[in-house]
């Protein structure tokens, strides 16, 4: 939202209850509307909007048409001490990843670690929701989820992996976790399409690859994204497929269905979580303690022309999110007006 | 090794076996002897110079000054069913690393996951030969270590972070794992070293920064790293410091002590590692199977000018390790000159 005005501000619990509502009309039983109107408003609270509420209308679709199951029976089984699998049952991503990353806690209490695999699961939003989830509770979280082809391999012209996103949390002092939450493209399709529709500027030519798989700087050419860094983006994004789609049972980024079109298709992609119990290592005021004194170390770095301060993984979201918790969820025009197609269709009034 | 015909080739076994005796003859004890010269002649037949026998004659300093301990008591503490802590008592990185990998492959096999921080420790050079030794026994593994500031954090000017690396590596049926090793900022302060010297041409600007942290294209005018992609580089080098640093109680990367000139300092950086035990999730045939497919799908992929295949992640260095095996190690002319001393000082021949 650096690029343009918001067309408006809305509250953040009327929208989140909205979207609930919404979904609940959908059929979507009652805890995952909740759930859902909580990820995707925390999304545009954090600035993420290509992850809020931007995408309802198309959640929706999927489940009307079957893609999203929306009375799923998520199971979660513990194969092992610290190592559980989910079915998501095709229900959304949320939902499942949440029992991952709750079942992940749960057995790192007695263990020290907790892993959880998901499979059968669709799209999840942020990885960073289920991260920070842990992260409050004194747990270094990690989350990983595989998505469909967007992303060349290195060396390669064809749209293969995903943009395999990682996420790493890890408790502070201060009002939110060091938070990491990158694809491991350059960046995100999304951010091209933005360029092409509304500046129509050249892109760096290590960013999106054409039809032919050339490195192009026309936003309006680009037909699949370049792995960030090359071999380090592209290994990245092949370990994320390893153990979100491979170990899981889940489909590898190559096979995953779409989020549009084929709305009743489900995606059938896989999630990997980790959740490590700080209090197994150390008293968890103390290792606050600790990375307290290393944060203040980084913010004593000089700055680069035009910075103003080091800001740590997770605190520009963060001070965005304080912004918008005061101001209202700025909504671009045209996420404004699909939400109100869904307040008219669903006859419930949009805040 | 890709610039420059090298001055010399050796026979591997005949070079592991010259590494271990020269460390015996100054103290070491033989286990961690014998490893050192397996790892680092590992690392040089992977094309990894930068961490292979280049190392010994600083390794052989800091072991005789006191900064590597030659006899150190190497503890492992299960702290929790499936988290280790080991304390490396400032030995050699390589001996405390392989022990806490054994340590979480052991936890694995109860519990499906296990996990170990090291602290106190030294440089343990390449990630990946801890990961691979995970894969070869049908574990999914993970390491990660901190080293002293090269790094200068997003927006800072002042290195504050280490090169900080990433390694996993993931079982399959080829002859090597799927290995990804990474440093996590743009290139390795050896690859400057290396074009300054060497070549003298221009670096791209997002490789480094100069003595006032402004972007420089002079190689011989760096004076700290650039994390790979900004903010994502320098969130993974973040991440890897609260997992390896804080967690462990180690030292962070703005404290580690150096590598060179003093000698008579331990470094006290730490180390994190996992290991996932593939059967806990699915018959490990079944599992290398189905990456088996993913990999051929991978490969499928048309490629870009100039390439003739789409390779893993792991396997440039797996072709080179292959060639050198045959040919024998290849060594600059530099390392061939320091190896010449340490045979001369302890009236070893070199091979």
Redesign the interface.
């Known amino acids: 939202m650096t690029e343009c005005e918001p067309f408006r501000r809305i509250d953040p619990d009327a929208l989140e209850s909205f979207v609930a509502d919404v979904l609940r009309e959908v059929g979507v039983v009652d805890e995952h509307a909740s759930l859902l109107g909580r990820a995707l408003v925390r999304a545009d609270l954090r600035g993420i909007d290509s992850h809020g509420v931007a995408r309802l209308e198309t959640y929706v679709r999927k489940f009307e048409a079957g893609g999203f199951n929306p009375d799923p029976d998520i199971g979660a089984e513990r ?5 559980a ?1 989910v079915d998501a049952d095709d229900g959304p991503g949320q939902a499942a990843a949440v029992r991952a990353m709750d079942a992940a806690m749960d057995m790192a209490r ?6 959880a ?1 998901v499979e059968n699961s669709n799209h999840f939003g942020t990885a960073a929701f289920y991260t920070q989830r842990a992260a409050e509770a004194d747990f ?1 979280g990690v989350s990983l989820t595989n998505v469909g082809p967007d992303v ?7 749209a ?2 995903g943009t395999n996103p990682i996420s ?1 949390a ?1 408790p502070t002092n201060r009002e939110f976790p ?1 938070t ?1 939450d ?1 694809a491991t493209s ?1 960046v995100a399709m999304g951010k091209i399409d933005h360029v092409a529709a509304v500046t129509g500027e050249e892109i760096p030519d290590h960013w999106a690859v054409d039809a032919d ?2 490195p192009t700087t026309d936003p309006r050419e680009v037909a699949a994204l370049r792995p ?2 090359g ?6 994004a ?2 994320v ?3 979100c ?5 889940a489909r ?1 980024s ?1 096979e995953i269905g779409p989020l549009y079109d084929e709305y009743d298709e489900p995606m059938r992609l896989g999630h990997f979580v ?1 959740a ?3 209090s ?3 008293d968890p005021d103390d ?1 606050r303690a ?2 307290d004194e ?1 944060v203040d ?2 913010k ?6 035009g ?1 103003d ?5 997770g605190e520009p979201e963060a001070r965005r999110r304080r912004e918008n918790e005061r101001r209202g969820v700025p909504l671009s025009e045209g996420t404004h007006e699909s939400l109100g197609r869904l307040a008219d269709r669903y006859d419930r009034p949009l805040p």
């Open positions: 194969i092992a001490l610290a190592f699998r007695d263990a020290g670690v907790g892993t695999v270094i060349v391999p290195y060396g390669g012209t064809e293969l992996l790493v890890v060091i990491l990158m350059v798989g050339n960030l860094g071999p380090k983006g592209y290994g990245l092949v370990i497929d390893a153990l789609g491979l170990l899981s049972g590898a190559p980790t490590i119990d700080v197994a290592a150390m290792f600790r990375i290393y170390s980084l004593a770095s000089p700055t680069a022309d910075v301060e080091v800001l740590l993984p």
